[in-house]
């Protein structure tokens, strides 16, 4: 029931703002692209040997290059698409979709709105603070919230769990900063949450 609220609210507070009259602009191509090769990062844990829960989530990622009203809808599309691929239940898609899209995808909006608020606006705040950092705490922390709901994860222990979460968060971090480093210098259009006004402005005298 938890999971089914969270997802109803997340939908309809992103839907109310139209975000789809974005993909008139360049973020049409991100999206399209998410859409075809997101599904299958999402279906690792199903496809490698078991034991290896491996997951690559690309929420943190999606939100700096698409906002967080238009990543919403196009992470239930790709929680969808899992559903129609894979071989698990609803329910499990659900969760997959809440915990690794949803939420990571909304702490990693209130982490970049601190850091605008608290830092001044720098390249570096950017690529290394929303980038870098911001995703490893946000799938941490998503990671976190789950196991504390769920203590589920292969029969270890809670401590131990929470150790693989923290690991975990660090790839999809690395891979996060790297993409928003090189988006930065070679196809800023492709980020909403990029400003050339606000990050490459020189200093005040």
Known sequence: MLEITLSAVAL????????????RGPLLGPTLAALVLLPWFWLLPQKL????????????LLVLMLGWPLAVPVLALVALAVWA????????????WVWVGLVPATLALAIGAALRRWLPPNVFIY????????????????????????HLMGGVTLHEALVARWLMAWGDAFLTGLFAAVFVAFAPQWLATWSDERYLRPPAR
Do not use: D, K, N
């Open 127 to 150: 690529t290394l603070g929303r980038g870098f950092l911001g995703t490893a705490v946000a799938l941490f922390a998503s990671g976190a919230l789950y196991e504390g709901i769920h």
């Open 12 to 23: 309809v507070a992103a839907l109310i703002v139209r975000p789809w009259r974005l993909l």
């Open 49 to 60: 040997p078991a034991g290896m829960a491996v997951q690559f989530s690309g929420a943190s």
């Open 85 to 96: 691929i894979g071989g698990t239940s609803a329910e499990a898609v659900l969760s997959q």
